[in-house]
């Protein structure tokens, strides 16, 4: 084989897989709130209803979904890992808002660590910015321990600020939790 074609082969290897279900990671839960002190629209609640809403809209299309938490319950990391895990292929999509001291601090990030999910990522980062219509701070590689140990592909997506007033009152709207849902669900089909 050509070198040339050969090392293409491998690119495309490495950046691509397979998945036929969705591990859906609704951040934080039970006394851990998520956020920072003091923060009043609560990370831990809207996360899992944008988590509940991405789990209706995959199932309705015929996707298998495992959901790491339905209720308001802490599980701890690992135990988010070992239910990842515990799936061949899968995508891991863990579900959060972003928090920061200065208000004015706003957009959406979407994280990965394998490589094999940047694809995913992009297409998660694309999708949510579109719905959001705001500041795109972009696709970043990060070592965050879910993204790390979990061996299936893994994203983790900062949908927004809770802690800046607009988008706070964007995400008290169930319309615009519903917008987020349906974003994350495009990201994840046109990555299958
Ligand atoms: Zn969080």
Redesign the pocket.
Known sequence: MPRLVFLLLITIASSSFAFDSVVIDA??GGHDR??IPGQRAC??IL?LDVAQRLNAALRADGIKTVMTRNDDTFIPLPQRVAIANAQRDALFISI????AIRKGADGTETYYFNRKAAPVAARVQSQLTQVNGHENRGVKRRAYYVLRKTRVPAVLA?CAFLTNPQEAARCALPTHRQNLANALARAVKASM
């Open positions: 951040g934080h998520g956020g990370e831990k996360a959060h808002f972003n928090s900062e």
